[in-house]
C-alpha cells in the first residue's frame, strides 16, 4: 500500500503562484511515475503533469510555460510550482503515482495506481 499526502492549496489572485507538495509512504519498493490531475467544476478529470523516475517530464498544453513538475527520489515527493495563474487552472489537485509496493501477505512487491485526497485551488481576485 501507498499513501499520499498533498498540500500547498489555496486562494491566489490571476497572476499569482502557489507549489504543490505530495508525499508518498507506505511499503514502496519503487515508483515509476508521479504526476498531478486535476478536476474543475463541470468538467471531467485531466493530466496536468507528470515525470517519470529518470525525469522525463509531460505537460497538459494549457499549463506548459507556466507550470513545472519536480521529484525529490530520496524523499518519495512530487512538486508542482504554478505560475501565471487563472480563474481556469481553479480545481481540485490530486497527486498519483504508478508504483511498486509490498503488499500484506504477500512476498512479491505488486505494482498499483494510487491517489490523493486532492488539494483546492482557487484563483480568484
Known amino acids: 500500500q501507498v499513501q499520499l499526502v498533498e498540500s500547498g492549496g489555496g486562494l491566489v489572485q490571476p497572476g499569482g503562484s502557489l507549489r504543490l507538495s505530495c508525499a508518498a509512504s507506505?511499503?514502496?519498493?519503487?515508483?515509476?511515475?508521479m504526476g498531478w490531475y486535476r478536476r474543475a467544476p463541470g468538467k471531467e478529470r485531466e493530466l496536468v503533469a507528470s515525470?517519470?523516475?529518470?525525469?522525463?517530464?509531460n505537460y497538459a498544453d494549457s499549463v506548459k510555460g507556466r507550470f513545472t513538475i519536480s521529484r525529490d527520489n530520496a524523499k518519495n515527493t512530487v512538486y508542482l510550482q504554478m505560475n501565471s495563474l487563472t480563474p481556469e487552472d481553479t480545481a481540485v489537485y490530486y497527486c498519483?503515482?504508478?508504483?511498486?509496493?509490498?503488499?500484506?501477505?504477500?512476498?512479491?512487491?505488486?505494482?498499483?495506481?494510487?491517489w490523493g485526497q486532492g488539494t483546492q485551488v482557487t484563483v480568484s481576485s
Open positions: 498519483n503515482c504508478d508504483a511498486f509496493s509490498k503488499e500484506r501477505g504477500s512476498l512479491l512487491p505488486r505494482r498499483g495506481d494510487y
Open positions: 507506505g511499503s514502496i519498493v519503487s515508483i515509476h511515475v
Open positions: 515525470i517519470t523516475s529518470d525525469g522525463s517530464t
